[in-house]
C-alpha cells in the first residue's frame, strides 16, 4: 500500500536534511527578476490558445493578530478599512489578466489563502467573488474544488453560510496546537469549542472536505501534550491533515524573534512527536500521503495517489496539476505553462504597480529543457514514490540512465541504505524512505549546491 511507513531513526538522523518542499522545481529561490509582465502575458496567451483549465488562487494578506510562528506574507492590523484599498487593486490585477485569457476556460480549483481570507467583510466577500465570477469562467454546479483558509477565531456560522453561498465547498482550518501553554508562547489563543463550532456548521452546511493544519516542534511542546492535540484533532475526523515541521528562523522571519528559543523541543522530541503522530493518525485510518499530508481513504488525494495521478504544486498535492495556475493578490504565484512568475511581496510596491495600471510581476522563471525533465522525475517522487525510465525517457527524448548517469553513486548509496529501490527501469521509494522523500529528490535538483541551505527548513 503506498501509505506504508517504516519508521528508521538511524536513517532519519543521517537523512534529515535542510531542502526545498519542491511545490515547483525550479524552486522559488531560482526566481529572479529577468521575467516580468511581457512573459507574463506571452503565457496567458498560450493557455487561451490552448484552452487549458484554470486554478486561481487569491492572497488576502491581512490578519487581526500576530501569530509568531508565521513565515507568511502577511499585514498585522486591527483596521477592517485597510482590505479596501487592496480590493481595489486586486480587482483591477483580476481584470488585466482576465482579458488575456478565453472564457471558456473553466475555474476548476479556487483557493483563498493568506493571512486571514476572512478578515474581509462578508459585504467584501460578495464583491470579491463577484468580480472573480464576471472576469472568469467560475463553476456554479459545485463541482470545483473551491477552497478557503478559516481561522475560527475570525469566522462564525453565518461566515460559514456566506462563503457556502458564494461557492466553497472546501476549508482548511488553522489550529497549530490546542495546548494553552504552546498557544500563549506563540500568541494565538484558540480554543477546541471555536474549531469545532467552525468544523460543525462545515458539515451542517455540506462543504464537502474540511482539512485542519497542525504544526509540531513549537515551544512548550512535548511529545506527551501534542500526542493529545492529536487526539482531539482525530475525534473532530477531518478529511486531511497537514502536520508540518516548525522552521524556526528568527533571522529571515521577525515574528519568529518572539519566540524564546529556550523554549523550543529538541530534535529528539520533534522525532518523538511525528513518530507518535504518524502513529496516531494510522491508527485512525489515515493515509500518509507524502510532505507532512495525511488523507482519508476516500479523499481525492488518497484515490489519485493509489491512481498514480496525484500532483504537486504551489497549492502542495492536488488532484489539479493539469490547470493552468493563475495566481492574484500581492506575493503570489503563478505556474502557467514552463512559465513561473510572482506579484511584488510588498503591499505599497504591488498596489502602486495596479494604481499605473500595470501588473505587479517582479520575478520569475521560464523552465528549461532540463527543468522540464527534472520537474517530472521530482513530481514522480513526491507524489507517487515511484519514477519509470521509460515514461521520463518517451516524453522527453532520453536515456534515463546516460541523462543522470552522475548521479548514480548517489543513488545507489540510498539503495544500500534502504531508502529506494534502484534498478535498470525504475525507482521505488520505499516505506523507510518515504518520510525522506525530499532527500531523494534533491539528488535530482541541478541547482541545491548553488543554493544557501538556511533557506530551507530539514525534511523532518
Given at each position: 500500500?503506498?501509505?506504508?511507513?517504516?519508521?528508521?531513526?538511524?536513517?532519519?538522523?543521517?537523512?534529515?536534511?535542510?531542502?526545498?518542499?519542491?511545490?515547483?522545481?525550479?524552486?522559488?529561490?531560482?526566481?529572479?527578476?529577468?521575467?516580468?509582465?511581457?512573459?507574463?502575458?506571452?503565457?496567458?496567451?498560450?493557455?487561451?490558445?490552448?484552452?487549458?483549465?484554470?486554478?486561481?488562487?487569491?492572497?488576502?494578506?491581512?490578519?487581526?493578530?500576530?501569530?509568531?510562528?508565521?513565515?507568511?506574507?502577511?499585514?498585522?492590523?486591527?483596521?477592517?478599512?485597510?482590505?479596501?484599498?487592496?480590493?481595489?487593486?486586486?480587482?483591477?490585477?483580476?481584470?488585466?489578466?482576465?482579458?488575456?485569457?478565453?472564457?471558456?476556460?473553466?475555474?476548476?480549483?479556487?483557493?483563498?489563502?493568506?493571512?486571514?481570507?476572512?478578515?474581509?467583510?462578508?459585504?467584501?466577500?460578495?464583491?470579491?467573488?463577484?468580480?472573480?465570477?464576471?472576469?472568469?469562467?467560475?463553476?456554479?454546479?459545485?463541482?470545483?474544488?473551491?477552497?478557503?483558509?478559516?481561522?475560527?477565531?475570525?469566522?462564525?456560522?453565518?461566515?460559514?453560510?456566506?462563503?457556502?453561498?458564494?461557492?466553497?465547498?472546501?476549508?482548511?482550518?488553522?489550529?497549530?496546537?490546542?495546548?494553552?501553554?504552546?498557544?500563549?508562547?506563540?500568541?494565538?489563543?484558540?480554543?477546541?469549542?471555536?474549531?469545532?463550532?467552525?468544523?460543525?456548521?462545515?458539515?451542517?452546511?455540506?462543504?464537502?472536505?474540511?482539512?485542519?493544519?497542525?504544526?509540531?516542534?513549537?515551544?512548550?511542546?512535548?511529545?506527551?501534550?501534542?500526542?493529545?492535540?492529536?487526539?482531539?484533532?482525530?475525534?473532530?475526523?477531518?478529511?486531511?491533515?497537514?502536520?508540518?515541521?516548525?522552521?524556526?528562523?528568527?533571522?529571515?522571519?521577525?515574528?519568529?524573534?518572539?519566540?524564546?528559543?529556550?523554549?523550543?523541543?529538541?530534535?529528539?522530541?520533534?522525532?518523538?512527536?511525528?513518530?507518535?503522530?504518524?502513529?496516531?493518525?494510522?491508527?485512525?485510518?489515515?493515509?500518509?500521503?507524502?510532505?507532512?499530508?495525511?488523507?482519508?481513504?476516500?479523499?481525492?488525494?488518497?484515490?489519485?495517489?493509489?491512481?498514480?495521478?496525484?500532483?504537486?504544486?504551489?497549492?502542495?498535492?492536488?488532484?489539479?496539476?493539469?490547470?493552468?495556475?493563475?495566481?492574484?493578490?500581492?506575493?503570489?504565484?503563478?505556474?502557467?505553462?514552463?512559465?513561473?512568475?510572482?506579484?511584488?511581496?510588498?503591499?505599497?510596491?504591488?498596489?502602486?504597480?495596479?494604481?499605473?495600471?500595470?501588473?505587479?510581476?517582479?520575478?520569475?522563471?521560464?523552465?528549461?529543457?532540463?527543468?522540464?525533465?527534472?520537474?517530472?522525475?521530482?513530481?514522480?517522487?513526491?507524489?507517487?514514490?515511484?519514477?519509470?525510465?521509460?515514461?521520463?525517457?518517451?516524453?522527453?527524448?532520453?536515456?534515463?540512465?546516460?541523462?543522470?548517469?552522475?548521479?548514480?553513486?548517489?543513488?545507489?548509496?540510498?539503495?544500500?541504505?534502504?531508502?529506494?529501490?534502484?534498478?535498470?527501469?525504475?525507482?521505488?521509494?520505499?516505506?523507510?524512505?518515504?518520510?525522506?522523500?525530499?532527500?531523494?529528490?534533491?539528488?535530482?535538483?541541478?541547482?541545491?549546491e548553488q543554493q544557501n541551505r538556511q533557506r530551507f527548513s530539514r525534511v523532518i
Amino acid at each position: 500500500m503506498l501509505d506504508a511507513i517504516r519508521w528508521d531513526t538511524d536513517l532519519i538522523r543521517r537523512y534529515d536534511l535542510a531542502g526545498p518542499r519542491y511545490t515547483s522545481y525550479p524552486t522559488a529561490v531560482q526566481f529572479d527578476g529577468h521575467v516580468g509582465t511581457f512573459d507574463l502575458f506571452h503565457a496567458l496567451g498560450q493557455s487561451r490558445k490552448a484552452l487549458r483549465p484554470l486554478s486561481l488562487y487569491v492572497h488576502v494578506p491581512f490578519c487581526a493578530n500576530i501569530c509568531y510562528y508565521c513565515a507568511c506574507n502577511k499585514v498585522i492590523t486591527k483596521d477592517r478599512g485597510r482590505a479596501l484599498p487592496y480590493l481595489q487593486r486586486l480587482e483591477q490585477e483580476i481584470q488585466l489578466v482576465a482579458c488575456h485569457l478565453d472564457p471558456a476556460q473553466k475555474v476548476e480549483q479556487l483557493h483563498f489563502g493568506g493571512g486571514t481570507p476572512t478578515f474581509l467583510s462578508h459585504d467584501e466577500l460578495r464583491q470579491l467573488m463577484a468580480q472573480l465570477r464576471k472576469s472568469f469562467h467560475l463553476l456554479d454546479d459545485d463541482s470545483g474544488d473551491y477552497g478557503i483558509e478559516i481561522d475560527p477565531r475570525e469566522a462564525d456560522w453565518s461566515t460559514m453560510g456566506l462563503l457556502r453561498e458564494l461557492g466553497f465547498n472546501r476549508v482548511s482550518i488553522g489550529l497549530q496546537d490546542l495546548d494553552p501553554a504552546v498557544q500563549r508562547a506563540v500568541n494565538r489563543l484558540q480554543s477546541l469549542e471555536e474549531t469545532r463550532a467552525v468544523i460543525d456548521a462545515a458539515r451542517t452546511l455540506q462543504f464537502r472536505s474540511i482539512n485542519i493544519d497542525l504544526i509540531y516542534g513549537l515551544p512548550r511542546q512535548t511529545p506527551e501534550n501534542f500526542a493529545r492535540t492529536v487526539e482531539e484533532v482525530i475525534n473532530l475526523q477531518p478529511d486531511r491533515l497537514s502536520v508540518f515541521n516548525y522552521a524556526h528562523l528568527p533571522e529571515r522571519f521577525m515574528p519568529q524573534r518572539r519566540i524564546n528559543s529556550d523554549d523550543l523541543p529538541t530534535p529528539a522530541q520533534k522525532l518523538d512527536m511525528l513518530q507518535r503522530t504518524i502513529e496516531q493518525l494510522t491508527a485512525a485510518g489515515y493515509r500518509y500521503i507524502g510532505m507532512d499530508h495525511f488523507a482519508l481513504p476516500d479523499d481525492e488525494l488518497a484515490m489519485a495517489q493509489e491512481e498514480s495521478t496525484l500532483q504537486r504544486n504551489f497549492q502542495g498535492y492536488t488532484t489539479h496539476g493539469h490547470c493552468d495556475l493563475i495566481g492574484l493578490g500581492v506575493s503570489a504565484i503563478s505556474q502557467i505553462g514552463n512559465l513561473y512568475c510572482q506579484n511584488s511581496s510588498d503591499l505599497n510596491q504591488y498596489q502602486n504597480a495596479l494604481a499605473s495600471t500595470q501588473l505587479a510581476t517582479s520575478r520569475g522563471l521560464v523552465c528549461n529543457s532540463d527543468d522540464r525533465v527534472r520537474r517530472a522525475v521530482i513530481q514522480q517522487l513526491i507524489c507517487s514514490f515511484n519514477v519509470e525510465f521509460a515514461e521520463i525517457e518517451q516524453a522527453f527524448n532520453i536515456d534515463f540512465r546516460g541523462y543522470f548517469g552522475e548521479l548514480w553513486p548517489p543513488l545507489q548509496r540510498m539503495a544500500v541504505d534502504g531508502l529506494i529501490e534502484l534498478s535498470n527501469e525504475r525507482i521505488v521509494v520505499l516505506p523507510a524512505g518515504r518520510l525522506l522523500v525530499r532527500s531523494v529528490c534533491m539528488v535530482f535538483d541541478a541547482y541545491l549546491e548553488q543554493q544557501n541551505r538556511q533557506r530551507f527548513s530539514r525534511v523532518i
